[in-house]
């Protein structure tokens, strides 16, 4: 049972509350608590139990203010959304757009107020993601009418270079920061736009420039396998073999790409989720094997 069946059977028995989570994306919301928790704890030797907290702070922080850009997408889109998504909470008319955006700047206020709490720069940092966040979705600086691979390296800044300099810059040193950060970029770069594929009628309607509807599968295929071979060669001019782990992954989502799972997206949409959670684990184990 997909989530097309699923969330108007939960609506049934959960109401409006269901409408409020599925805003959020649960399922999007793993990776940057994971990146909060493996990545705040990588450089340290000794882990306390107040370095444990410390991490989980900040993995629910970057989960709040992911949390408030999906929120704000699902504004920005509720009239495609009622093309290619019409079960979505906004385009069924079970949560109103005004309340959306109140949730969205809700979870946004809360996440710096938070951040600010940890560190001066985690703070400045999570007012950038957030920065990259809305103004992806809204005007005047959003990429999705520009370029497809503006729009997709957009994108990859805000969830896979800034999350990891995030991280890490509040027990870690800039240097180790910028090697995974990069490795982070070129991931979400590579992976990113198999969000799109189901979305193609609808982004051609409004003109919104991504990777699947500009250049379509193939041109998909050959964006995943060029930033996994730059993934890879970063990797290796570092010594960051672990890291290579990943990339038995991307071939599976090259294979997987029209596929869908129980969640409205693909299999490989599931890969790059799953996989941006893992960078942070196997650098938290590959630090320790250094």
């Given at each position: 049972?997909?989530?097309?069946?699923?969330?108007?059977?939960?609506?049934?028995?959960?109401?409006?509350?269901?409408?409020?989570?599925?805003?959020?994306?649960?399922?999007?919301?793993?990776?940057?608590?994971?990146?909060?928790?493996?990545?705040?704890?990588?450089?340290?030797?000794?882990?306390?139990?107040?370095?444990?907290?410390?991490?989980?702070?900040?993995?629910?922080?970057?989960a709040?203010?992911?949390?408030?850009?999906?929120?704000?997408?699902?504004?920005?889109?509720v009239?495609?959304?009622?093309?290619?998504?019409?079960?979505?909470?906004?385009?069924?008319?079970?949560?109103?757009?005004?309340?959306?955006?109140?949730?969205?700047?809700?979870?946004?206020?809360?996440?710096?107020?938070?951040?600010?709490?940890i560190?001066?720069?985690?703070g400045?940092?999570?007012?950038?993601?957030?920065?990259?966040?809305?103004?992806?979705?809204?005007?005047?600086?959003?990429?999705?009418?520009?370029?497809?691979?503006?729009?997709?390296?957009?994108m990859?800044?805000?969830?896979?270079f800034?999350?990891?300099?995030?991280?890490?810059s509040?027990?870690?040193?800039?240097?180790?920061?910028?090697?995974?950060?990069?490795?982070?970029?070129?991931?979400?770069?590579?992976?990113?736009?198999?969000?799109?594929?189901?979305?193609?009628?609808?982004?051609?309607?409004?003109?919104?420039?991504?990777?699947?509807?500009?250049?379509?599968?193939?041109?998909?295929?050959?964006?995943?396998?060029?930033?996994?071979?730059?993934?890879?060669?970063?990797?290796?001019?570092?010594?960051?073999?672990?890291?290579?782990?990943?990339?038995?992954?991307?071939?599976?989502?090259?294979?997987?790409?029209?596929?869908?799972?129980?969640?409205?997206?693909?299999?490989?949409?599931?890969?790059?989720?799953?996989?941006?959670?893992?960078?942070?684990?196997?650098?938290?184990?590959?630090?320790?094997?250094?």
């Open positions: 049972m997909g989530i097309e069946k699923a969330y108007p059977r939960l609506r049934g028995r959960l109401g409006r509350l269901v409408g409020y989570v599925q805003l959020v994306r649960p399922f999007t919301l793993v990776a940057p608590l994971l990146a909060g928790i493996f990545g705040v704890l990588t450089p340290l030797e000794n882990i306390t139990f107040n370095h444990f907290l410390i991490a989980i702070y900040v993995g629910v922080t970057l709040l203010a992911q949390g408030a850009g999906q929120c704000l997408n699902q504004y920005a889109d009239e495609l959304d009622k093309i290619v998504k019409p079960y979505r909470p906004l385009p069924s008319g079970l949560i109103t757009a005004e309340e959306a955006l109140g949730l969205a700047w809700l979870l946004a206020m809360f996440s710096v107020a938070r951040a600010f709490t560190s001066t720069f985690f400045l940092t999570v007012v950038a993601l957030l920065f990259f966040a809305v103004f992806y979705s809204l005007a005047p600086f959003s990429p999705r009418r520009v370029h497809p691979l503006v729009n997709t390296g957009w990859a800044i805000s969830r896979g800034l999350p990891m300099y995030a991280v890490l509040i027990f870690g040193s800039m240097e180790t920061a910028w090697q995974y950060s990069v490795l982070a970029f070129f991931w979400v770069m590579g992976m990113q736009a198999t969000k799109d594929i189901g979305d193609v009628q609808g982004d051609k309607m409004f003109g919104i420039k991504t990777i699947p509807a500009s250049y379509g599968i193939n041109g998909l295929k050959a964006l995943m396998v060029s930033c996994s071979i730059l993934y890879s060669i970063y990797a290796l001019s570092f010594g960051l073999y672990i890291m290579l782990s990943l990339t038995p992954l991307v071939a599976l989502a090259v294979l997987s790409l029209k596929r869908k799972t129980i969640t409205e997206n693909t299999v490989s949409w599931t890969i790059f989720y799953a996989g941006l959670g893992l960078i942070y684990i196997l650098m938290f184990i590959g630090e320790r094997l250094l």
